[in-house]
């Protein structure tokens, strides 16, 4: 592999998924964290580029490999400009803030140019900082919601509305 040009890694890598690369090709050598670094970079929705978090991915696989992968590199976490987390069946709720944003809600992909929320449920820690997001970092913002989300605000506005009166401090 080590003689074969990059164009032809490149197309080789391109059928694997974004952590069996990460897993297996990161910290082989310097070109390879280049490849990598690149293939990460990509920033295609049709290709569905970047990182996708999706029902694939085991909350432990993320949290105890790929996250401390990505967060111990900075040319890593700086090539990332796509993530796409994939809410049906998956653990994507549950990380979707804590990838995105440290102790110190400080963005940790500081080239981040897309996010993809999809089938997004729980999103209240991440519409805290939409704003920033939209403002200061992102080309691109896709939030797809399921039914279930809609009718969950139209329950919170016809029946809770009461409280909100009472109180004038529900936060939706």
Request: net charge negative; aromatic share 12%.
């Amino acid at each position: 592999m080590e003689t074969l040009p990059n164009e032809i890694l490149l197309h080789i890598f391109s059928y694997l998924e974004w952590f069996d690369i990460l897993t297996s090709l990161w910290s082989l050598n310097i070109r390879f964290n280049s490849l990598v670094c690149s293939i990460l970079s990509i920033n295609d929705n049709r290709l569905n580029s970047g990182l996708l978090i999706t029902h694939g991915l085991s909350y432990n696989k993320c949290c105890s490999i790929l996250f401390p992968l990505i967060l111990n590199s900075s040319s890593l976490s700086s090539s990332i400009q796509r993530i796409h987390f994939d809410e049906t069946n998956s653990i994507a709720c549950d990380l979707c803030y804590e990838w995105l944003f440290n102790d110190k809600n400080i963005l940790r992909f500081p080239n981040l140019k897309s996010l993809v929320l999809t089938r997004s449920g729980s999103i209240e820690p991440v519409v805290q900082s939409l704003f920033y997001l939209i403002q200061h970092q992102l080309d691109e913002l896709t939030l797809t919601f399921d039914k279930h989300v809609f009718q969950r605000f139209y329950y919170i506005k016809k029946y809770l509305s009461v409280v909100s009166d009472k109180g004038n401090q529900l936060l939706i």
